[in-house]
C-alpha cells in the first residue's frame, strides 16, 4: 500500500509541475507566434486534480478528503473519455491512472 501510494504521488507531482510548467512557458511561447490564448480551465484544471490527488495521498486518513477526490477523479475520467477521440495515449493513460487511483481509493476505506 505505502509503495502504490508513493507511485500516486510521485506520478501527481509529476503530471502536475510538468502540466504547470507547460502552461507557463508555453503561454509566452504561442503569444510571441500570433496564436490565440488557451483558457484558464484548460491550463491549470489538470494542476488542481493532480495537487487533489496528492493531498489525498498524503492524507489518506482524511475521509472527506478522499471522498472530495473520487469525484473530481470521476469527472476528470468523464472528461478524459471524450479526449479519447482526440488523444488515445493521453486519455488511455488518464484513464489508466484514474483506474489506479480509484484501486487505492478503494482500498484506504
Known sequence: MLAWR???GVV???IGGGWLALALLGDSFRSSLGASSV???TQFAPVLVAALILASVLLP???LLLHVTALVVA???VGLVFLLRESVVVGGLGLLYGGAW???YA???
Open 6 to 8: 508513493w507511485s500516486l
Open 107 to 109: 482500498k484506504s476505506l
Open 102 to 104: 480509484f484501486g487505492y
Open 75 to 77: 469527472a476528470a475520467c
Open 12 to 14: 501527481a507531482v509529476l
Open 39 to 41: 483558457d484558464v480551465i
Open 61 to 63: 486518513g482524511h475521509r
